[in-house]
């Protein structure tokens, strides 16, 4: 049994309902039994799965529903089904990952625990009822049962946030380095295994940089044939995976602590009268010690528009810093701003490159939509951030290339 086949629990997953009612009675107490009518609703890949408990009896302080957050693998086992090129996402590649993925949950169990630890409660994220990791003794039911959010919205890549309301998750990140920053030795050390180096050094081999290529230039097509030719063109020199592990040393910058996996939809944003309030940033399961420009090119890229990224990056950098600085108050700052900038500039190519892959599946979901409006308008979005980003790449690649 692994994590990639389907199995006979909750939503094809190996945790059952017996199995979950364990977890609820050490998160919710002995009183909170499932009822007869307990349902689960698959919220998307990724997301998790909101459960209501049609709890036996009336509890007092206990939520009505929740969310419960299964490791698995079966999405991208999905996404693999419905890639027409099935060289940069495969079996071999999926089955793999089975280990990588178990530590990246117990990664995410461990950071929480180190958020209730120093009461941490300004990090904008969901409330944690209880968590599971994965252990010798439980090597297929790792899950997190939290809050569900239900008054957020989540945005994707067909979907632009504006740098005004970026200036949020700015915020959330310089709460997020600056908490790391009280971490133990012995508590940074759960988090030194950077998810770019075992993750894309895989990914990114000849096979699959080949087969990510060819499924760009089928989303692409001959709107962006010109941009992807040339990209190609210094595509070996750009997937520089040791790049981002050698950063911060080679800059002088702290290794602090990063997101890892920052883009559109692991931010929950709540729709006010006029403005956007960041509700929650969710899956830390990439949290690692790091170089901080993984998280804001990969935020900036999955979240603006290219002209609001292109016109914007350096003042949000530049107002991030600010917020670290007083987190931070008499601490030492990790880096300087120019480090930090410099650090944007040289990760930009490869980060925003990795977020290309993810354009396939969201432009899959798109299309399956009947929806004619909200399609064009979708679509507009998608090519026009993608455009941008296959002429930045190169850009970015050919100054960093002259500054050396």
Known sequence: MSLFTPADGILKTHLTWDELQNGVFKAFGADAKFGPNKDVKDIGAGN????????????????????????????????????????????????????????????EVCLYELLKKYDVTDIPTPKIYFTQAFSEENPLNGYIIMEYVGDGTLYHLSDNISPEHMSQVMKALAKLQATGMKFTDDEKAHFQNHPYIVLFSKMLNEQGSNGFMTMLRQFGGERMKDKIDRLESVLPEVLDIKLIQEMPKSLGMEPVLCHGDLWATNLIWKNGASELELKAVIDFQNAHFGCPSVDFARIFCACMGSKDRKDNWESLLEKFYTYLEKELGAHNMPYTLDML??????????????????????????????????????????????????????????NNKQQR
């Open 48 to 107: 998790g799965c909101l459960i209501s408990p049609d709890w036996k009896s009336e509890l007092k302080n206990v939520p009505q529903i929740f969310i419960v957050k299964i490791c698995s693998q079966l999405s991208m086992v999905e996404n693999q089904a419905i890639m027409e090129n099935k060289d940069f996402i495969n079996e071999d590649l999926i089955k793999q990952f089975e280990n990588y993925v178990k530590q990246n949950h117990n990664v």
């Open 341 to 398: 900038k410099k650090a944007y500039r040289l990760f930009f190519p490869l980060g925003a490159f990795l977020m290309l892959p993810m354009f396939g599946p969201t432009l899959h979901t798109i299309n399956s939509n009947t929806d004619v409006e909200y399609k064009t308008k979708a679509l507009m979005v998608m090519f026009e951030k993608a455009e941008g980003l296959l002429e930045d790449i190169y850009d970015f690649h050919q």
